[in-house]
């Protein structure tokens, strides 16, 4: 497994921006953003293959959200902007792809980063 780290949560008004990073421990991983708001499930927010044209969206964030990544540096980027209360949410980061099918659901990675929160005030 690939040990990933989350960076760059934090508290921000609606309609403000926030960056995270996740910095993986090795090259070659097709990776992810998720989330999970206080008693709601984990779901998948955005991913990202290990070609950075590569990238597919939760519609609840299409337009607003983007996702990058930095391969000479093992580092994948969730750039949120228009922020609305509901993205509240501790955000996790994931790598290791089992199916091309799974990129948005929890069971298509292997590899957890421990989370960073994120609150949006209204």
């Known amino acids: 497994q690939v040990h990933l780290v989350e960076s760059g949560g934090g508290s921000v008004q609606a309609g403000g921006s926030l960056r995270l990073s996740c910095a993986a421990s090795e090259y070659g991983y097709s990776m992810a953003w998720f989330r999970q708001a206080p008693g709601k499930e984990r779901e998948g927010v955005a991913h990202?293959?290990?070609?950075?044209?590569?990238?597919i969206y939760a519609d609840s964030v299409k337009g607003r959200f983007t996702i990058s990544r930095d391969n000479a540096k093992n580092t994948m980027y969730l750039q949120m902007r228009s922020l609305k209360p509901e993205d509240t949410a501790i955000y996790y980061c994931a790598a290791g792809l089992k199916s091309f099918v799974l990129r948005l659901q929890l069971a298509g990675y292997n590899s957890w980063g421990q989370g960073t929160q994120v609150t949006v005030s209204s």
């Open positions: 990202i293959g290990l070609s950075p044209s590569d990238t």
